[in-house]
């Protein structure tokens, strides 16, 4: 897909999920529940976190690294409002991006400059570079790398 294919996919998303709601069913996993995504860019199917998701809610700010094509706390549980930040230390550039429609195949990130505070999908990072998003709904965000869709990871926020 080139650039201005890519661009006129990610319109088309971004005006599903502005004009209220769009429901994303993920191949290769349990369909019996799919990630809704509403206005806010977040995904929200349910506030349950995953059974190995582990506890951060005691932290307003959250680093996570990106080490062998792998997210250093895959599944994580924090507190609405919690800034998480993602730095990659590969020399493989990788992403954190909100799973969504066609996410189970490796697909272009965002461009630096088309990245927005309100939705969770951070640009391709080179080692040592950083990306943050401050979760401000509550709900379950499951989360992937672009290029390496194999690489997942979920964010629960909570209360």
């Not at 570079?129 to 979760?135: A, G, I, K, P």
């Amino acid at each position: 897909m080139n650039k201005k294919e890519f661009a006129v996919v990610a319109v088309v998303l971004l005006f599903a999920i502005v004009a209220g709601g769009l429901t994303v069913v993920m191949p290769g996993k349990n369909n019996d529940k799919t990630t809704s995504t509403g206005g806010s860019g977040h995904g929200h199917a349910d506030t349950q976190a995953p059974a190995h998701a582990e506890d951060l809610t005691s932290q307003t700010e959250v680093q996570l690294d990106i080490k062998g094509s792998a997210y250093s706390k895959r599944d994580i549980t924090v507190k609405k409002g919690t800034t998480v930040t993602w730095t990659n230390r590969d020399s493989v550039e990788h992403n954190a991006m909100l799973e969504h429609a066609d996410s189970g195949h490796a697909h272009p990130a965002p461009e630096p400059n088309e990245v927005q505070p309100n939705v969770f999908a951070g640009p391709l990072l080179k080692k040592g570079e950083s990306y943050s998003f401050t979760f401000t709904k509550i709900g379950t965000n499951p989360y992937h790398c672009a290029p390496h869709p194999y690489m997942q990871g979920t964010v629960t926020v909570v209360e």
